[in-house]
């Protein structure tokens, strides 16, 4: 089934406060070079331009990464689709969804449950909170989650290798003035993740395996 009319609701989660922007975009709309689609905290934009080919590239904020990610879709999708989810190229957790307004919404709250999930996972109790002074260290309020959240997936992946026997170890996370240190409580292993600055965050966010020493 396609949409009863050549437009469709567009829905991203602001990084700065976490609520979703959405806005209704008509075809007529895209007439303009360019459509922003801006948080009412002033925190974050959308946009959406044409390419020389008559597709959209979409430029959307990420609550998980230091910058936005970018999408290149033809118009036909853009319109015709009942629902298309966008996700984090790190975390492949759904930024933006776009398509039938009701189906939309329900994928807005449906992310919003798998966002107190991960919340939870984290120890946090939501991921737009301020931060403590301990974590004033980064350079991007979100940062510590994002590297808790790659840690997380790397144990359950048994990517993280220490001394232990079959890389068995119990592992801890520690923020330290350095970075985070992954430590093994058995074998005393560990390893500091320096994330001091977006650059050596995004460079661990694309890592496939952790060794502790």
């Not at 984090?88 to 039938?100: E, P, V």
């Not at 919404?105 to 798998?114: F, L, Q, T, Y």
């Not at 107190?116 to 991007?140: H, W, Y």
């Amino acid at each position: 089934m396609v949409l009863d009319k050549k437009e469709t609701s567009l829905a991203y989660r602001c990084p700065g406060c976490g609520s979703w922007v959405s806005s209704i975009i008509g075809i007529f709309s895209l007439t303009a070079d360019m459509l922003r689609l801006k948080c009412p905290c002033e925190k974050s934009e959308l946009t959406l331009v044409h390419t020389n080919d008559k597709k959209l590239r979409l430029t959307v904020p990420c609550f998980l990464c230091p910058k936005p990610h970018s999408f290149t879709i033809s118009q036909s999708s853009f319109f015709e689709k009942e629902l298309f989810s966008l996700p984090c190229a790190y975390s492949g957790i759904d930024i933006c969804f776009f398509g039938k307004a009701e189906e939309v919404k329900k994928a807005e709250e449906e992310a919003d449950r798998e966002l107190n999930a991960l919340a939870q996972q984290l120890g946090a109790e939501n991921l737009f909170c301020d931060r403590s002074e301990e974590d004033e260290i980064f350079s991007d309020p979100q940062i510590l989650e994002i590297v808790n959240f790659v840690i997380r997936d790397l144990d359950e992946a048994g990517e993280i290798h220490c001394k232990c026997p079959d890389d068995e170890g119990v592992y801890n996370v520690e923020v330290t003035g350095d970075g985070i240190c992954v430590s093994c409580e058995i074998c005393k292993a560990k390893a500091t993740v320096p994330v001091t600055s977006t650059i050596t965050a995004q460079a661990f966010l694309n890592c496939d395996s952790l060794t502790l020493e």
